[in-house]
């Protein structure tokens, strides 16, 4: 099975930080443009960040870019998303995503994706 599996997520106050993983199953990232997604209570779901290893670009929506930083572990098949600096607007159930090569920007901006993880849910409390 191709599998993405999110972990990490919980309970955080205002100004704190987190890390989000998501372990990849069934395939290697390697190869992979990578994508962390959120969708807040209300809201429509919309890229976070998104990162492509065969152009070497990195996209980050507005509100996130400067708190967080997406990166990967090809030899852990792992994606993680730091996030510092957290916001309450940051609420919302965050999902890892994988598609094999596509522009970071349709990825990120038109949901772009081949793999979708079931999600995990950060909290920020004011």
């Known amino acids: 099975q191709l599998q993405l599996v999110e972990s990490g997520g919980g309970l955080v106050q205002a100004g704190g930080s987190l890390r989000l993983s998501c372990a990849a199953s069934g395939f290697t990232l390697d190869y992979y443009a990578i994508g962390w997604f959120r969708q807040a209570p209300g809201k429509e779901r919309e890229g976070v960040s998104c990162h492509s290893s065969t152009d070497l670009s990195t996209y980050y929506a507005d509100s996130v870019r400067g708190r967080f930083t997406i990166s990967r572990d090809n030899a852990k098949n792992t994606v993680y998303l730091q996030m510092y600096s957290l916001k309450p607007e940051d609420t919302g159930v965050y999902y890892c995503?994988?598609?094999?090569?596509?522009?970071?920007?349709?990825?990120?901006?038109?949901?772009?994706?081949?793999?979708w993880g079931k999600g995990t849910l950060v909290t920020v409390s004011s």
């Open positions: 995503a994988a598609v094999e090569v596509a522009p970071v920007r349709q990825m990120c901006v038109s949901s772009r994706v081949d793999y």
